[in-house]
């Protein structure tokens, strides 16, 4: 069992491309972490060098209290499982499994007490005569876990472990990921661009961009009280509605305004968008903060617009449109009868609005 600390972590290729940057981070024992962020944002980079598989340029990585910047792969107490796999083709389950006990020279009676035993765990018993290429996606994904388990890490680096099974059995694999978890508490770091994976699974999530972490929290926290706007627009399906608007006062009152669109500034965000009035900032309002306006909603909160594409999904409707000059989507009770191009008003939740910086795109 172990925490890992992560200080002021540089990463500068040969090439000389900075990969990442400042990363600073203090992972909790028995905790799920999650890296997330799109392609090329320094997510893998970070994992192989918490491995030991990439040179650090600079700053330091713990495991508990050991500094292990110098220390090779095999001393880290750490086991990876790779995106691929890796399993070796011509070994059976049983030996894959075995393998990388046996290069450490561990008995035998307690190899194969280990490998039935994450066998058992992961349900694959009765494969382990088989080769790899004799097994489905997921079952190969669970012998590359099993690899992982057998040598009872004080930490396992997960790269993407599920982008390689279709979606029906990604989310499968997921909560069996999640329950495992549960049941070994080991210290996970797992890697995804998959903002959903990132959420499911996360005790917290780490998100980055272009190799700077953008933010740490928990899942709801990140969704509640994005930092940014990068972070508001990457969790969350749908993404988070953006309009440019400018801030007025009226009577007294403040409002953002863009085109014919016109909203009060809920309370809570009078005193900080006060200080841009007259400037720009722009607002954001996820999908599911709007909804069809009743007479009750207050007139401030409610625009008009015309529905552009209905996108009826079952248990919720998409609403496509455009307000402000921007393009948007309402996702709204699926007993909503709405027809395209048909004229609608909707409502704001005020608790909900959120408001981003036009240049630092940082949360007010
Ligand atoms: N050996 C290398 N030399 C130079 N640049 C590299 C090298 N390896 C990776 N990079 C660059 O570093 C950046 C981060 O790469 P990394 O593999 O960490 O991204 P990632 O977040 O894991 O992306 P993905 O989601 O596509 O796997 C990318 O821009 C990549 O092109
Ligand atoms: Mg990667």
Redesign the pocket.
Known sequence: MANVTIRDLNKN???G?H??KDVNLEIRDKEFVVLV??????????L?MVAGLEEITSGQILIGENVVNDLPPMDRNIAMVFQNYALYPHKSVYQNMAFGLQMRKYPQQEIEKRVREAADILGIGPLLDRKPRQLSGGQRQRVAVGRAIVRHPEVFLF??PLSNLDAQLRVQMRVELKRLHERLETTAIY?T?DQVEAMTLGDRVVV?KD?WVQQVGEPLELYGKPANRFVAGFIGSPSMNFVDVIINELGGALYAEAQMLRLSVPPQHQDRVRAHLGGRLTLGVRPEALRLASGADPAGYCFDTAVDVVEPLGNEILLNFRAGGAPMVARVDPAVRVRAHENIRLAVDPARVHFFDEKSAAAI
């Open positions: 290729y040969d090439n491309f990969a990442v962020g799109p392609s090329g944002c320094g997510k893998t980079t970070t192989r790269d993407e890697v661009h980055m190799g």
